[in-house]
């Protein structure tokens, strides 16, 4: 099973850039890498998805190398509504063709002002 | 459109006694999750369905834990008897599809305190 690997917190300003990169050096062919966010007392939101090179949407970028053993999520400008914990998943696709989500601690993301 | 609703928001009890989870998938998912989240931690996956059938319940434990999906629509969550460490967010969630790639929209969560 694909193993990911992030940082367990990160710290940024309002208006700042922020990149959380995620490791996940044993990723299959058939596996895709998603981003969730989740506030206090919610569910994980799903952020942003992909499978290499790069994805945008109106809330982030995915950015994954050739090898896809990494993958980095861009947070433009963010502001204190920003402040979260970020999960990097790599979906497991086992026969059957079902996928399973593996959680691993996630990035806790601060934003101050 | 309605997201995944789950009842009670919050539950405590006794070690020992019993509790059930509900949960309303959005329209038209056939796929329903239900994850084990303990504080400080990212979700964990207890069982996993397809409609009314069980696709993975590996980490589920089977001594205590019990789900069901009548119909392929609602689900129901239930632990008889709960034990201190069962104290967790119970959420559950739903999507259209299995494969890759899917998005899983997540309720927000049954918070479980065991005394």
């Known amino acids: 099973l694909a193993k990911t690997t992030q940082p367990i917190s990160m710290d940024s300003y309002e208006g700042q850039e922020v990149n959380i990169t995620c490791s996940h050096n044993n990723i299959a062919t058939n596996d895709y890498i998603t981003w969730y966010q989740q506030f206090p007392s919610q569910g994980p939101r799903f952020i942003i998805q992909g499978y290499k090179t790069k994805v945008t949407n109106e809330v982030a970028s995915l950015f994954i190398p050739a090898d896809r053993k990494s993958s980095t999520l861009s947070l433009p400008r963010v502001s204190l509504s920003d402040t979260a914990v970020y999960y990097c998943l790599v979906g497991v696709f086992y026969s059957g063709g079902y996928n399973k989500l593996i959680f691993g601690a996630g990035t806790r993301l601060a934003v101050h002002p | 459109e309605a997201g995944v609703a789950q009842s009670p928001r919050y539950k405590i009890i006794e070690k020992r006694q019993s509790v059930a989870f509900w949960c309303n998938p959005i329209s038209g998912h056939a796929t329903l999750y239900w994850y084990q989240q303990i504080l400080g931690q990212g979700p964990k996956l207890l069982i996993q369905f397809q409609n009314n059938g069980v696709v993975d319940d590996s980490q589920l434990p089977k001594d205590r834990f019990s789900a069901e999906r009548l119909k392929g629509v609602d689900s129901t969550l239930k632990i008889q008897p709960a034990k201190l460490e069962d104290s967790a967010v119970y959420l559950c969630?739903?999507?259209?599809?299995?494969?890759?790639?899917?998005?899983?929209?997540f309720g927000p969560g049954t918070r479980l305190t065991v005394l």
């Open positions: 969630a739903s999507s259209l599809r299995t494969g890759n790639p899917n998005e899983q929209f």
